[in-house]
Protein backbone atom coordinates (compact mmCIF):
# COMPACT_ATOMS: atom_id res chain seq x y z
CA UNK A 1 0.00 0.00 0.00
CA UNK A 2 2.63 2.38 1.19
CA UNK A 3 4.75 2.10 -2.08
CA UNK A 4 1.36 2.46 -3.94
CA UNK A 5 1.22 5.26 -1.83
CA UNK A 6 4.34 6.64 -2.85
CA UNK A 7 3.46 6.26 -6.74
CA UNK A 8 0.56 7.90 -7.14
CA UNK A 9 2.56 11.33 -5.32
CA UNK A 10 5.10 10.51 -7.65
CA UNK A 11 2.61 10.95 -10.89
CA UNK A 12 0.72 13.38 -8.73
CA UNK A 13 3.79 15.95 -8.22
CA UNK A 14 5.14 15.66 -11.80
CA UNK A 15 1.48 16.11 -13.10
CA UNK A 16 -0.12 18.53 -10.91
CA UNK A 17 2.02 21.95 -12.25
CA UNK A 18 0.56 20.73 -16.01
CA UNK A 19 -2.99 20.51 -14.98
CA UNK A 20 -3.00 23.51 -12.87
CA UNK A 21 -4.23 21.83 -9.78
CA UNK A 22 -4.02 23.56 -6.52
CA UNK A 23 -3.64 20.63 -4.43
CA UNK A 24 -1.69 17.01 -5.00
CA UNK A 25 -4.41 14.65 -3.45
CA UNK A 26 -4.02 11.14 -3.33
CA UNK A 27 -7.94 11.16 -1.44
CA UNK A 28 -8.23 7.67 -2.00
CA UNK A 29 -5.64 6.42 0.36
CA UNK A 30 -5.72 9.85 2.70
CA UNK A 31 -2.88 11.02 0.97
CA UNK A 32 -4.73 14.15 1.28
CA UNK A 33 -7.68 16.01 1.27
CA UNK A 34 -8.85 19.39 0.50
CA UNK A 35 -8.09 21.93 3.05
CA UNK A 36 -11.34 22.81 4.36
CA UNK A 37 -12.13 19.22 5.34
CA UNK A 38 -8.52 19.24 7.14
CA UNK A 39 -9.13 22.63 9.34
CA UNK A 40 -11.35 21.52 12.52
CA UNK A 41 -11.51 22.62 15.89
CA UNK A 42 -9.34 20.51 18.24
CA UNK A 43 -9.44 19.51 22.21
CA UNK A 44 -6.41 17.25 23.17
CA UNK A 45 -7.53 15.96 26.43
CA UNK A 46 -5.35 14.33 29.33
CA UNK A 47 -1.75 14.70 27.87
CA UNK A 48 1.83 16.48 29.56
CA UNK A 49 2.27 19.41 28.15
CA UNK A 50 6.06 20.06 27.24
CA UNK A 51 7.48 23.53 26.78
CA UNK A 52 10.88 24.26 26.74
CA UNK A 53 10.52 25.78 30.65
CA UNK A 54 8.10 23.39 32.63
CA UNK A 55 5.51 20.54 31.82
CA UNK A 56 2.59 20.18 33.31
CA UNK A 57 -0.99 17.97 32.81
CA UNK A 58 -3.61 20.01 30.88
CA UNK A 59 -5.76 20.35 28.27
CA UNK A 60 -5.12 21.77 24.58
CA UNK A 61 -8.15 23.72 22.71
CA UNK A 62 -7.07 24.50 19.09
CA UNK A 63 -9.60 26.75 16.72
CA UNK A 64 -8.84 28.51 13.13
CA UNK A 65 -5.01 27.12 13.52
CA UNK A 66 -4.72 28.93 16.69
CA UNK A 67 -4.20 27.69 20.68
CA UNK A 68 -6.88 29.27 22.46
CA UNK A 69 -6.64 27.89 25.96
CA UNK A 70 -4.57 25.81 27.43
CA UNK A 71 -6.02 24.48 31.42
CA UNK A 72 -7.01 21.38 32.28
CA UNK A 73 -10.41 19.93 32.49
CA UNK A 74 -11.49 22.29 29.05
CA UNK A 75 -14.84 21.91 28.62
CA UNK A 76 -16.02 22.26 24.82
CA UNK A 77 -20.07 21.93 22.59
CA UNK A 78 -20.44 20.33 19.80
CA UNK A 79 -18.49 19.89 16.51
CA UNK A 80 -15.05 19.67 18.30
CA UNK A 81 -12.58 16.76 17.14
CA UNK A 82 -11.83 15.27 20.59
CA UNK A 83 -8.13 13.21 20.47
CA UNK A 84 -6.94 11.67 23.73
CA UNK A 85 -3.34 11.71 24.80
CA UNK A 86 -3.49 10.35 28.11
CA UNK A 87 -0.39 9.05 29.20
CA UNK A 88 1.61 10.82 25.81
CA UNK A 89 3.17 14.02 25.59
CA UNK A 90 2.05 17.17 23.91
CA UNK A 91 4.83 19.25 22.65
CA UNK A 92 5.52 22.09 20.51
CA UNK A 93 5.84 20.46 16.69
CA UNK A 94 9.30 20.62 15.67
CA UNK A 95 11.21 23.01 13.87
CA UNK A 96 14.66 22.30 11.59
CA UNK A 97 16.43 25.38 10.79
CA UNK A 98 18.82 23.15 8.43
CA UNK A 99 17.42 22.09 5.28
CA UNK A 100 18.14 22.28 1.14
CA UNK A 101 14.82 21.51 -0.76
CA UNK A 102 14.73 21.76 -4.55
CA UNK A 103 18.56 23.30 -4.28
CA UNK A 104 20.29 23.16 -7.09
CA UNK A 105 24.18 21.75 -6.37
CA UNK A 106 26.95 19.83 -7.96
CA UNK A 107 25.09 19.60 -11.15
CA UNK A 108 21.77 18.20 -9.90
CA UNK A 109 18.84 19.19 -7.67
CA UNK A 110 18.20 17.88 -4.59
CA UNK A 111 15.57 15.39 -4.76
CA UNK A 112 12.78 15.99 -2.09
CA UNK A 113 10.70 19.41 -3.10
CA UNK A 114 9.28 21.74 -0.86
CA UNK A 115 6.35 19.03 -0.93
CA UNK A 116 7.76 16.10 -0.42
CA UNK A 117 10.38 17.11 1.71
CA UNK A 118 7.74 18.93 3.54
CA UNK A 119 5.24 15.58 3.56
CA UNK A 120 8.00 14.05 5.37
CA UNK A 121 8.81 16.37 8.14
CA UNK A 122 5.09 16.41 9.41
CA UNK A 123 5.36 12.76 9.10
CA UNK A 124 7.83 12.61 11.68
CA UNK A 125 6.76 15.40 14.34
CA UNK A 126 8.71 18.69 12.11
CA UNK A 127 6.09 21.44 11.16
CA UNK A 128 8.64 24.18 10.04
CA UNK A 129 11.35 24.36 8.78
CA UNK A 130 14.17 27.04 7.72
CA UNK A 131 15.74 26.27 3.84
CA UNK A 132 18.45 28.25 2.20
CA UNK A 133 17.89 30.56 -0.24
CA UNK A 134 20.67 30.13 -2.99
CA UNK A 135 21.54 33.45 -5.14
CA UNK A 136 21.19 33.45 -8.75
CA UNK A 137 24.01 34.05 -10.08
CA UNK A 138 25.00 36.61 -6.98
CA UNK A 139 21.72 38.25 -6.87
CA UNK A 140 19.57 38.05 -3.61
CA UNK A 141 16.31 39.01 -4.95
CA UNK A 142 16.92 36.54 -8.00
CA UNK A 143 17.49 33.71 -5.75
CA UNK A 144 14.91 35.01 -3.26
CA UNK A 145 12.32 34.77 -6.57
CA UNK A 146 13.15 31.39 -7.30
CA UNK A 147 12.94 30.10 -4.25
CA UNK A 148 9.05 31.73 -3.74
CA UNK A 149 8.09 29.87 -6.84
CA UNK A 150 9.96 26.97 -5.77
CA UNK A 151 7.90 26.99 -2.28
CA UNK A 152 4.68 27.41 -4.23
CA UNK A 153 4.26 23.60 -3.20
CA UNK A 154 4.57 23.92 0.15
CA UNK A 155 2.28 22.13 2.70
CA UNK A 156 3.62 23.80 6.05
CA UNK A 157 4.90 26.55 7.10
CA UNK A 158 8.77 27.52 6.36
CA UNK A 159 11.05 30.69 6.46
CA UNK A 160 14.34 31.46 4.85
CA UNK A 161 17.86 32.43 5.15
CA UNK A 162 19.86 33.18 2.89
CA UNK A 163 23.30 32.57 1.33
CA UNK A 164 25.79 35.25 0.47
CA UNK A 165 28.61 33.57 -2.77
CA UNK A 166 30.00 36.82 -3.56
CA UNK A 167 30.15 40.46 -2.75
CA UNK A 168 29.84 43.82 -4.79
CA UNK A 169 27.93 47.07 -4.56
CA UNK A 170 24.46 45.98 -5.04
CA UNK A 171 24.46 42.87 -2.02
CA UNK A 172 24.65 45.50 0.84
CA UNK A 173 21.93 46.70 -0.71
CA UNK A 174 19.92 43.76 -1.46
CA UNK A 175 20.75 42.44 1.93
CA UNK A 176 18.80 45.09 3.75
CA UNK A 177 15.90 44.51 1.00
CA UNK A 178 15.64 40.97 2.38
CA UNK A 179 15.64 42.76 5.96
CA UNK A 180 13.45 45.19 5.79
CA UNK A 181 11.31 43.68 3.29
CA UNK A 182 10.93 39.87 2.58
CA UNK A 183 11.30 38.78 6.10
CA UNK A 184 14.88 37.05 6.10
CA UNK A 185 16.89 37.75 9.33
CA UNK A 186 19.74 35.47 8.40
CA UNK A 187 22.31 34.68 5.99
CA UNK A 188 25.36 32.06 5.59
CA UNK A 189 28.83 32.49 4.44
CA UNK A 190 30.53 29.48 2.86
CA UNK A 191 33.91 29.03 3.84
CA UNK A 192 33.90 25.76 2.18
CA UNK A 193 33.42 24.89 -2.05
CA UNK A 194 36.03 26.84 -3.06
CA UNK A 195 35.11 27.72 -7.20
CA UNK A 196 31.61 27.70 -6.46
CA UNK A 197 30.28 28.97 -2.96
CA UNK A 198 33.16 29.46 -0.82
CA UNK A 199 33.83 33.39 0.30
CA UNK A 200 37.31 35.32 1.14
CA UNK A 201 37.71 36.04 4.60
CA UNK A 202 37.58 39.84 3.41
CA UNK A 203 33.73 39.23 2.59
CA UNK A 204 32.99 37.15 5.59
CA UNK A 205 34.35 40.65 7.49
CA UNK A 206 32.23 42.35 4.94
CA UNK A 207 29.32 40.21 5.27
CA UNK A 208 29.49 40.59 9.63
CA UNK A 209 29.45 44.23 9.40
CA UNK A 210 26.66 44.08 7.45
CA UNK A 211 24.62 41.65 8.97
CA UNK A 212 25.84 43.62 12.47
CA UNK A 213 23.97 46.83 10.80
CA UNK A 214 20.71 45.26 10.30
CA UNK A 215 20.42 43.26 13.26
CA UNK A 216 20.36 39.92 11.17
CA UNK A 217 22.60 36.77 12.71
CA UNK A 218 25.52 35.60 10.77
CA UNK A 219 25.70 31.82 10.05
CA UNK A 220 29.13 30.26 9.00
CA UNK A 221 29.60 26.67 6.83
CA UNK A 222 33.49 26.63 8.75
CA UNK A 223 35.77 24.19 6.53
CA UNK A 224 38.93 25.58 5.59
CA UNK A 225 37.78 25.68 2.06
CA UNK A 226 41.69 25.92 0.86
CA UNK A 227 42.79 23.07 2.22
CA UNK A 228 39.81 20.99 1.46
CA UNK A 229 40.57 21.56 -2.29
CA UNK A 230 44.36 20.65 -1.41
CA UNK A 231 43.43 17.61 0.73
CA UNK A 232 41.18 16.36 -2.27
CA UNK A 233 43.71 16.30 -4.71
CA UNK A 234 46.39 14.62 -2.27
CA UNK A 235 43.53 12.08 -2.03
CA UNK A 236 43.46 11.46 -5.63
CA UNK A 237 47.18 11.43 -6.10
CA UNK A 238 46.89 8.51 -3.66
CA UNK A 239 44.53 7.04 -6.21
CA UNK A 240 41.79 7.36 -3.15
CA UNK A 241 38.69 7.98 -5.72
CA UNK A 242 35.86 6.34 -3.45
CA UNK A 243 33.83 7.82 -0.87
CA UNK A 244 36.44 7.32 2.02
CA UNK A 245 38.40 9.74 0.02
CA UNK A 246 35.62 12.36 1.09
CA UNK A 247 36.33 12.16 4.85
CA UNK A 248 40.27 11.65 4.50
CA UNK A 249 40.47 14.92 2.81
CA UNK A 250 38.47 17.00 4.96
CA UNK A 251 39.31 16.23 8.22
CA UNK A 252 38.24 17.32 11.76
CA UNK A 253 41.61 20.07 11.85
CA UNK A 254 40.11 21.56 9.11
CA UNK A 255 36.48 22.52 10.21
CA UNK A 256 38.13 23.49 13.53
CA UNK A 257 40.46 26.02 12.18
CA UNK A 258 37.64 27.63 10.06
CA UNK A 259 35.43 27.52 13.31
CA UNK A 260 38.11 29.14 15.31
CA UNK A 261 38.87 32.20 11.99
CA UNK A 262 34.86 32.60 11.91
CA UNK A 263 34.76 32.86 15.58
CA UNK A 264 37.79 35.71 16.04
CA UNK A 265 36.55 37.42 13.08
CA UNK A 266 33.01 37.87 14.44
CA UNK A 267 34.75 38.84 17.84
CA UNK A 268 36.62 41.72 15.99
CA UNK A 269 33.31 42.78 14.28
CA UNK A 270 31.22 42.13 17.73
CA UNK A 271 28.42 40.47 15.69
CA UNK A 272 26.85 37.10 16.89
CA UNK A 273 27.94 34.26 14.74
CA UNK A 274 26.14 30.47 14.50
CA UNK A 275 27.69 28.28 13.16
CA UNK A 276 25.87 25.47 11.29
CA UNK A 277 26.31 21.85 11.30
CA UNK A 278 29.19 21.55 14.17
CA UNK A 279 30.07 17.80 13.10
CA UNK A 280 33.65 17.72 14.81
CA UNK A 281 35.09 17.76 18.31
CA UNK A 282 37.32 20.38 16.71
CA UNK A 283 34.76 22.89 16.31
CA UNK A 284 32.64 22.37 19.42
CA UNK A 285 35.54 23.11 21.33
CA UNK A 286 36.64 26.22 20.06
CA UNK A 287 32.25 27.20 20.21
CA UNK A 288 33.38 26.35 24.18
CA UNK A 289 35.79 28.27 24.56
CA UNK A 290 34.24 31.27 22.66
CA UNK A 291 31.05 31.44 24.73
CA UNK A 292 33.18 30.72 27.70
CA UNK A 293 34.77 34.08 27.19
CA UNK A 294 31.80 35.84 26.50
CA UNK A 295 31.18 35.76 22.66
CA UNK A 296 27.76 35.27 21.07
CA UNK A 297 28.30 32.37 19.64
CA UNK A 298 25.40 29.44 18.24
CA UNK A 299 26.59 25.96 17.49
CA UNK A 300 23.91 23.51 15.61
CA UNK A 301 24.60 20.30 15.14
CA UNK A 302 22.97 17.77 13.20
CA UNK A 303 21.71 14.68 13.64
CA UNK A 304 23.79 12.97 11.37
CA UNK A 305 26.44 14.19 13.36
CA UNK A 306 24.89 13.45 16.77
CA UNK A 307 24.00 9.37 16.07
CA UNK A 308 26.25 8.10 12.91
CA UNK A 309 30.14 7.10 12.19
CA UNK A 310 32.51 7.60 9.32
CA UNK A 311 33.16 3.46 9.18
CA UNK A 312 29.97 3.60 6.77
CA UNK A 313 31.84 5.30 3.98
CA UNK A 314 34.58 2.36 3.69
CA UNK A 315 31.47 0.15 2.80
CA UNK A 316 32.45 -1.92 -0.25
CA UNK A 317 29.41 -1.22 -1.93
CA UNK A 318 29.33 2.34 -3.52
CA UNK A 319 25.89 2.94 -3.19
CA UNK A 320 26.03 2.41 0.45
CA UNK A 321 28.49 4.36 1.13
CA UNK A 322 28.12 6.88 -1.10
CA UNK A 323 24.48 8.01 0.67
CA UNK A 324 26.51 9.00 3.98
CA UNK A 325 28.61 11.99 1.69
CA UNK A 326 27.61 15.56 3.15
CA UNK A 327 29.96 18.12 4.47
CA UNK A 328 31.71 18.65 7.07
CA UNK A 329 31.85 14.71 6.57
CA UNK A 330 30.77 12.47 9.17
CA UNK A 331 33.31 11.97 12.04
CA UNK A 332 35.12 8.92 13.71
CA UNK A 333 33.75 7.33 16.29
CA UNK A 334 33.87 9.82 19.46
CA UNK A 335 33.28 12.67 17.79
CA UNK A 336 29.81 12.09 18.31
CA UNK A 337 29.78 11.28 21.66
CA UNK A 338 31.16 14.34 22.06
CA UNK A 339 28.68 16.40 20.46
CA UNK A 340 25.57 14.82 22.18
CA UNK A 341 27.45 15.50 25.93
CA UNK A 342 27.90 19.45 24.13
CA UNK A 343 24.39 19.08 23.09
CA UNK A 344 23.12 18.09 26.78
CA UNK A 345 24.83 21.04 28.70
CA UNK A 346 24.14 23.64 26.82
CA UNK A 347 27.21 24.57 24.35
CA UNK A 348 25.12 23.28 21.05
CA UNK A 349 21.69 24.85 21.40
CA UNK A 350 20.10 23.37 18.74
CA UNK A 351 19.82 20.22 16.48
CA UNK A 352 19.22 20.87 13.10
CA UNK A 353 19.41 18.08 10.10
CA UNK A 354 21.10 19.59 6.77
CA UNK A 355 18.48 17.95 4.98
CA UNK A 356 20.13 17.76 1.58
CA UNK A 357 19.07 14.39 -0.24
CA UNK A 358 20.37 12.92 -3.86
CA UNK A 359 19.25 9.57 -4.62
CA UNK A 360 21.14 6.59 -5.65
CA UNK A 361 21.35 7.84 -9.47
CA UNK A 362 22.68 10.93 -8.42
CA UNK A 363 24.88 10.02 -5.72
CA UNK A 364 26.47 7.58 -8.67
CA UNK A 365 27.79 11.13 -10.51
CA UNK A 366 31.01 10.31 -8.51
CA UNK A 367 31.66 6.61 -8.82
CA UNK A 368 35.15 7.27 -10.14
CA UNK A 369 35.57 10.58 -8.40
CA UNK A 370 34.29 11.16 -4.77
CA UNK A 371 34.24 14.80 -5.53
CA UNK A 372 31.39 14.20 -7.63
CA UNK A 373 29.43 13.03 -5.34
CA UNK A 374 26.49 15.09 -4.33
CA UNK A 375 26.94 15.94 -0.69
CA UNK A 376 23.96 15.79 1.65
CA UNK A 377 22.11 13.39 3.60
CA UNK A 378 18.13 13.08 4.64
CA UNK A 379 16.53 13.53 8.35
CA UNK A 380 13.73 15.75 8.31
CA UNK A 381 11.44 12.81 8.92
CA UNK A 382 13.89 11.11 11.60
CA UNK A 383 15.23 14.29 13.70
CA UNK A 384 12.65 14.21 16.42
CA UNK A 385 12.48 10.36 17.09
CA UNK A 386 16.59 10.09 16.62
CA UNK A 387 17.18 13.07 19.10
CA UNK A 388 14.52 11.65 21.67
CA UNK A 389 16.01 8.18 21.29
CA UNK A 390 19.84 9.27 21.66
CA UNK A 391 19.22 12.32 24.04
CA UNK A 392 15.97 11.40 25.98
CA UNK A 393 15.83 7.92 26.34
CA UNK A 394 19.74 7.59 27.37
CA UNK A 395 19.13 9.69 30.25
CA UNK A 396 21.39 12.91 28.60
CA UNK A 397 18.43 15.21 28.73
CA UNK A 398 14.72 15.86 29.83
CA UNK A 399 11.61 15.85 27.78
CA UNK A 400 11.68 19.97 28.31
CA UNK A 401 15.50 20.35 27.03
CA UNK A 402 14.25 18.02 24.40
CA UNK A 403 11.75 20.80 23.39
CA UNK A 404 14.12 23.07 23.41
CA UNK A 405 16.64 21.85 21.18
CA UNK A 406 13.97 20.46 18.64
CA UNK A 407 11.81 23.65 18.69
CA UNK A 408 11.87 26.55 21.17
CA UNK A 409 15.76 27.65 20.52
CA UNK A 410 14.94 28.06 16.97
CA UNK A 411 11.70 29.85 17.48
CA UNK A 412 13.85 32.46 20.02
CA UNK A 413 16.98 32.33 17.75
CA UNK A 414 14.73 33.57 14.37
CA UNK A 415 12.65 35.63 16.67
CA UNK A 416 9.23 34.13 16.17
CA UNK A 417 8.30 32.72 19.40
CA UNK A 418 5.96 32.29 21.35
CA UNK A 419 3.79 32.31 17.74
CA UNK A 420 5.89 29.30 16.95
CA UNK A 421 7.98 26.76 19.28
CA UNK A 422 5.65 27.02 22.69
CA UNK A 423 2.39 25.14 23.32
CA UNK A 424 0.84 28.53 24.90
CA UNK A 425 -2.41 30.68 23.91
CA UNK A 426 -2.14 32.28 20.95
CA UNK A 427 0.46 30.07 19.76
CA UNK A 428 0.17 28.47 16.23
CA UNK A 429 -1.22 24.86 16.44
CA UNK A 430 1.75 23.66 15.50
CA UNK A 431 1.74 20.80 18.00
CA UNK A 432 2.72 16.67 18.37
CA UNK A 433 1.08 13.91 20.48
CA UNK A 434 4.23 11.84 21.18
CA UNK A 435 4.19 8.42 22.89
CA UNK A 436 6.89 7.76 25.05
CA UNK A 437 6.33 4.08 25.11
CA UNK A 438 5.81 3.48 21.59
CA UNK A 439 8.67 2.58 19.20
CA UNK A 440 10.08 3.49 15.90
CA UNK A 441 11.64 2.00 12.64
CA UNK A 442 13.30 3.53 9.91
CA UNK A 443 13.45 1.75 6.86
CA UNK A 444 13.67 3.73 2.87
CA UNK A 445 11.08 1.20 2.29
CA UNK A 446 8.66 3.00 4.29
CA UNK A 447 9.84 6.85 4.86
CA UNK A 448 7.81 9.93 2.81
CA UNK A 449 11.25 11.53 0.87
CA UNK A 450 11.17 10.63 -2.33
CA UNK A 451 15.22 9.48 -1.75
CA UNK A 452 15.47 5.66 -2.49
CA UNK A 453 18.13 5.75 0.46
CA UNK A 454 18.28 6.37 4.39
CA UNK A 455 21.47 6.93 5.87
CA UNK A 456 19.53 5.99 8.80
CA UNK A 457 18.27 2.11 7.77
CA UNK A 458 16.96 -0.17 10.16
CA UNK A 459 17.66 1.88 13.05
CA UNK A 460 14.70 1.42 15.58
CA UNK A 461 14.35 3.35 18.76
CA UNK A 462 11.77 4.29 21.47
CA UNK A 463 9.35 7.40 21.60
CA UNK A 464 6.92 7.86 18.45
CA UNK A 465 5.85 11.07 17.29
CA UNK A 466 1.89 9.66 16.43
CA UNK A 467 -0.03 12.52 15.73
CA UNK A 468 1.04 15.76 13.94
CA UNK A 469 -1.17 19.01 13.87
CA UNK A 470 0.10 21.66 11.76
CA UNK A 471 -1.64 25.03 11.66
CA UNK A 472 -4.73 23.26 13.32
CA UNK A 473 -5.09 20.66 11.13
CA UNK A 474 -4.30 17.04 11.99
CA UNK A 475 -1.79 16.20 8.95
CA UNK A 476 -0.62 12.58 10.57
CA UNK A 477 -2.41 9.98 12.56
CA UNK A 478 -2.78 6.09 12.31
CA UNK A 479 -0.03 6.36 10.54
CA UNK A 480 -1.76 8.07 7.55
CA UNK A 481 -0.71 11.62 6.01
CA UNK A 482 -2.91 13.85 4.72
CA UNK A 483 -1.13 17.17 3.54
CA UNK A 484 -2.45 19.41 1.18
CA UNK A 485 -0.08 21.30 -1.46
CA UNK A 486 -0.17 25.06 -1.18
CA UNK A 487 -1.62 25.47 2.29
CA UNK A 488 2.07 26.18 3.95
CA UNK A 489 2.82 29.89 5.17
CA UNK A 490 6.16 31.81 4.92
CA UNK A 491 6.72 33.02 8.11
CA UNK A 492 8.79 36.56 8.12
CA UNK A 493 11.34 36.53 10.66
CA UNK A 494 11.98 39.80 12.38
CA UNK A 495 15.85 41.04 12.93
CA UNK A 496 17.25 42.03 16.21
CA UNK A 497 17.04 38.47 18.17
CA UNK A 498 18.35 37.76 21.67
CA UNK A 499 21.80 37.77 20.82
CA UNK A 500 22.03 41.48 20.12
CA UNK A 501 20.78 42.89 23.45
CA UNK A 502 23.18 44.90 24.73
CA UNK A 503 25.40 44.67 21.94
CA UNK A 504 25.61 48.66 21.59
CA UNK A 505 26.59 48.45 25.21
CA UNK A 506 30.03 46.49 23.87
CA UNK A 507 30.36 48.37 21.73
CA UNK A 508 30.19 51.78 23.89
CA UNK A 509 32.88 50.39 26.29
CA UNK A 510 34.94 48.97 23.56
CA UNK A 511 35.18 52.83 22.08
CA UNK A 512 35.50 53.97 25.46
CA UNK A 513 38.50 51.74 26.40
CA UNK A 514 40.31 52.88 23.03
CA UNK A 515 41.61 56.41 25.17
CA UNK A 516 41.82 57.70 21.53
CA UNK A 517 42.71 60.79 19.84
CA UNK A 518 45.70 60.87 21.73
CA UNK A 519 47.21 64.81 22.20
CA UNK A 520 50.61 64.13 21.42
CA UNK A 521 53.40 67.32 21.00
CA UNK A 522 54.65 67.32 17.50
CA UNK A 523 58.32 67.71 17.65
CA UNK A 524 60.08 70.87 16.70
CA UNK A 525 61.68 70.29 13.27
Not at 76 to 104: N, Q, S, W, Y
Not at 285 to 292: C, D, F, G, W
Not at 479 to 499: A, R
Amino acid sequence: MRHLRSLILLFSIFLSPLFGLSQICESGLEYCESESDLASKILIKGGTVVNADRQEIADVYVEDGVIVAVRPNIKVGDGVRIVDATGKFVMPGGIDPHTHLAMEFMGTETIDNFFTGQAAALAGGTTMHIDFVIPVNGSLLKGYEAYVEKANLSCMDYGFHMAITKWDDDVPKEMEIMVKEKGINSFKFFMAYKGSLMISDELLLEGLKMCKSLGALAMVHAENGDAVFEGQKRMIQLGITGPEGHALSRPPVLEGEATSRAIRLAAFVNAPLYVVHVMSTDAMEEIARAQKSGQRVIGEPVVSGLILDDSVLWDPDFITAAKFVMSPPIRAVGHGKTLQAALSTGILKLVGTDHCTFNSTQKSFGIDDFRKIPNGVNGLEERMHLVWDAMVESGQMSATDYVRVTSTECAKLFNIYPRKGAILAGSDADIIIFNPNSTFHISAQSHHSRSDTNVYEGRSGKGKVEVTIAGGRIVWENEELKVVSGSGKYITMPPFNYLYHGIDKADAKYLASLKTPVNRIRPSI
